[in-house]
DNA sequence: GCCAACGTTGGC
DNA sequence: GCCAACGTTGGC
């Protein structure tokens, strides 16, 4: 089992979009590191829901349901995607400044990778935030 | 809305 | 293979 963070801005499609649909295609990734960790998502891995630029906070928690398959809404095959359903709210949303504050975090790749939009996430600091949202 | 950081592209 | 130019992301 393996933990990631993905990102995605709220007013395009936001955690609340993803509650109402009830899963999602998770497509328009187009950079190799983020791709290459799309690749690596196994069905029942944990994703933290992370809304960037409005909000900066991770809102929920997802869960992978679809591995990785080629991304439909480009012709180049370079490209995947994977689906996922909302699993759980946090309680308490974690911003970005939270976790920029808190010295147990600072190699989370959030804040040292701030470009990155699918993450992987340690099962520690999957954990911690868990911990720090309750 | 600006801009720094970073990734990609293409000319040489 | 280098690097300048350009595009994109995301914090502020």
Redesign the pocket.
Known sequence: MNYWLV?S?PESYSWEDLKKDGRTMWN?V????ARNNLNKMKIGDLVFY?H??TG?EIVGIAKVIKEQYPDPTTEDNRWVVVDIEPYKDLKNKVS??KV?SDPKLENFK?VT?????VMDVSKDDFQYIVQLSE
Request: glycine residues 4%; hydrophobic residues 15%.
């Open positions: 990102k801005e328009g187009r950079n190799y590191q992370y960037s630029n900066k970005l400044e920029k959030l990778h701030s470009r990155l939009s």
